[in-house]
């Protein structure tokens, strides 16, 4: 029992301790982080090795503990590159200090404050440092000889950041480049033989502009000449002629011993280099220009320059071919001439020139080959003068004898269409280039087009208004003058003949149950196939397509209904592209003759149920009754009555006709004789109002 209420004592015990403390917990993460502000002292802007005061305060509101701060100092707007960053929980502020301020230190500085998640920045604070510090230059030498080497040595200790330095000679740039350890040190070549002027500055780059220093102090630098100079000598002259020998050499003025490299060029053509440098050479006219000698030590470069001019023994021959332009089975000629001459050396005699085409020599004969032109003849013409040994050669030249224009042909581009614009092409097979084609129609000019090119194409447009008309086109082609004039046959092409408004009508007219119809649509004037389609009333899609190679068509009922009533149309269309509907025509289909007798004759046979019971009520009022014990017999016609019931005795006698009946009454009381339906009763008032029944009485 004891053991059972001290478990159960343990766990409330436990429950309250975790009550407490999720409450307590709860307590210490109240927080709300209001807003982040920056202090800068003093005010901007600043003189440069003043000390800066950034400070950055977070208005927190928190039940509990004090939570922990994070604050982050950053410039420029880059977050990710924090020039300070602290972090507390005993107070809500932070102050980050620059003790010595510097051009680099100016920008735009942010702080911003994190806590337990929830982060906040605060404005921007622009940061602006006057001044920079004057660099110093110094150097290891201050006298040497071309080409030699001085150490630099630009100096600014006191500024910070990226540095750029500038190291110059004068005004003139030699050297820039970049430091952050505040100085810079460079080997420098000087070259230019002379007093150097160097001098040095630096710039610190801006987020909106860049800051220069003041230049440092001169230091002055002698560079000395090397003691080597180059020469250049031609032998035997500066002035020569084609096929003369030449020598030139490359070489040093005065005793000089030091270790150097020469070398000869001509252009950026090196002949030679070395400790000694010579050319020697049979000369061309293409060897005249400008040599250098160049002697190298210590990267130092001096150079001497010789013109040397070679004299053409003979100039270049010249291919000529006339005329311009050959046409085959014409006779063309290749002549191959120079037109000058080193009349001191030579004479007109003593060229010799040969003519090839394709490399193939053709012979040689006073400086020209005739040939008639042909497929044979065309190729690469070249030829030579030759002098001893120089040979010069000419130009290339391709030839290639033109043809003569062929018949041409002429052919419609696409359908034509009556009465519409249609293109024509003028073609000929064969022929060179260019080419003038002509349109013609019954010989009169229409119109002119040049083909130059084999992608290009004459064509031509026209329309025609009847079939025939096609026919009076023609094209003429010619490449070479009206000699070459060449005139194709006629155009002969399908003309495509537009419909004109189709016509629909029935066959038969009159239109009956369960006759066969044919509902009829064709037109006039229309090249076929046409498309043919029929319409009912007003419905848009036709109930009926077909395309005939006829200007007509039919659509057959074979059994034809009462459904079949309506309104009717059809539209014709064929390769012109227009639609043509016809007029609307209405279509009543009658009943079926043996309909038409069946009422007849149920008619008739009603007529006749009905007229019968009529004729028998007629006859038997005009027929005479009598009655007797046993018999009534008519010996005579009995009178006539007329409408007033009053008995016509003086009608004029007719033949004699019997009528007899016999009639069975029943007498048992004479008085009251019984009247019948029907005859029976009129009978009976005959009997009545005849005499015999009075004699009886």
């Known amino acids: 029992m004891w053991t059972v209420r001290c478990s159960r004592l343990n766990r409330l015990l436990l429950f309250l301790l975790a009550i407490i403390t999720t409450t307590c917990t709860g307590a210490e993460s109240g927080f709300v982080l209001k807003s982040v502000e920056l202090h800068v002292t003093p005010a901007d802007p600043v003189e440069r090795g003043t000390e800066l005061m950034l400070t950055c305060i977070a208005n927190v509101g928190h039940s509990g503990t004090s939570p922990i701060l994070r604050f982050s100092f950053f410039k420029d707007y880059n977050k990710h590159n924090s020039v300070h960053i602290s972090q507390t929980n005993t107070s809500n502020k932070v102050t980050y200090s620059i003790s010595k301020a510097r051009a680099s230190h100016s920008g735009n500085y942010q702080c911003d404050v994190t806590v337990n998640g929830q982060n906040m920045e605060s404005s921007n604070k622009m940061i602006s440092v006057k001044g920079l510090q004057t660099p110093v230059l110094s150097v290891d030498k201050q006298d040497v000889t071309e080409g030699g080497i001085v150490k630099v040595h630009c100096r600014a200790e006191e500024e910070s950041g990226d540095l750029i330095f500038f190291i110059k000679n004068g005004s ?22 002379g007093t150097s002027e160097l001098s040095c500055s630096y710039a610190i780059r801006l987020p909106l502009n860049m800051l220069r220093s003041n230049s440092s102090n001169v230091v002055s630098v002698v560079v000395r000449e090397l003691d080597f100079k180059p020469t250049i000598r031609v032998f035997p002259s500066e002035h020569v002629i084609e096929g003369d020998s030449v020598h030139i050499s490359c070489g040093l003025a005065g005793d000089y011993n030091g ?56 100039s270049t021959p010249v291919l000529t071919i006339t005329p311009a332009e050959v046409f085959e089975g014409q006779q063309f000629t290749v002549t191959c001439s120079s037109s000058e001459f080193a009349s001191e050396r030579i004479g007109l005699r003593d060229v010799r020139y040969s003519i090839y085409r394709n490399d193939q020599e ?6 020209s080959y005739t040939g008639r032109a042909s497929s044979g003849t065309d190729g690469n013409y070249t030829c030579t003068a030759r002098v001893n040994d120089t040979v010069k050669t000419s130009d290339r ?16 581009l696409g359908e034509v269409i009556l009465g519409r614009s249609f293109q024509m092409e003028c073609r000929s097979d064969r022929g060179s280039f260019p080419i003038t084609y002509t349109l013609k129609r019954n010989d009169i000019v229409l119109a002119h087009t040049s083909v130059s090119k084999a992608y290009q194409k004459a064509i031509f447009h026209s329309s025609i208004q009847h ?24 155009l002969l092409t399908q003309v495509t003949v537009p419909v004109q408004k189709p016509t ?8 009956n149950e369960n006759d066969e119809v044919n509902l009829l649509c064709f037109v006039m004037k229309g090249s076929p196939p046409i498309s043919f389609k029929w319409y009912k009333d007003d ?32 539209e014709a269309l064929n390769g012109a592209g227009n639609v043509e509907v016809s007029n609307m025509i209405p279509i009543t289909v009658k009943m079926a003759r043996w309909k038409k007798g069946l009422i007849v004759g149920v008619c008739v046979l009603c007529a006749i149920a009905i007229i019968l019971p009529l004729l028998r009520l007629y006859w038997a009022k005009r027929v005479k009754v009598t009655s007797s014990n046993g018999a009534g017999i008519w010996s005579e016609r009995p009178p006539a009555l007329d409408s007033s019931g ?12 019997e009528y007899t009946e016999v009639l069975h009454l029943q007498m048992a009381d004479p008085e009251r004789v019984p009247l019948r339906k029907g005859t029976d009763t009129v009978y009976s008032e005959v009997q009545r109002s005849s005499p015999e029944f009075h004699e009886e009485d």
């Open 172 to 193: 003139s740039e030699l050297y820039h480049g970049t430091s952050s350890s505040g100085d810079l040190q460079w080997n420098l070549e000087l070259k230019h033989v």
């Open 259 to 314: 270790s150097l490299t020469l070398s000869l060029f001509k252009g950026s053509h090196l002949f030679q280099t070395g400790n000694v440098s010579e050319y020697k050479t049979v000369v061309k006219a293409n060897d005249s220009g400008s040599y250098e000698c160049s002697a190298i030590k210590n990267n130092v470069i001096k150079s001497v320059h010789a013109n040397l001019t070679v004299k053409e023994l003979f």
């Open 362 to 367: 053709l012979g040689s004969s006073d400086s």
């Open 397 to 412: 030249i391709d030839f290639i004898a033109k043809v003569l224009i062929s018949k041409p042909n002429i052919t419609a």
């Open 467 to 490: 079939e025939n008309q096609i026919q009076e086109f023609r094209c003429e082609a010619q490449n070479n003058g009206n000699d070459s004039a060449q005139m194709s046959d006629a």
């Open 504 to 511: 629909l009508m029935t066959l038969p007219e009159d239109i």
């Open 539 to 570: 419905n848009r899609s036709p109930f009926y397509t077909v395309t005939a190679k006829a200007n007509f068509s039919t659509y057959n009922v074979p059994l034809v209904k009462s459904i079949h009533s309506g309104s009717y149309h059809c």
């Open 646 to 657: 009053v008995m016509d005795v003086e009608e004029p006698e007719e033949p004699n006709v």
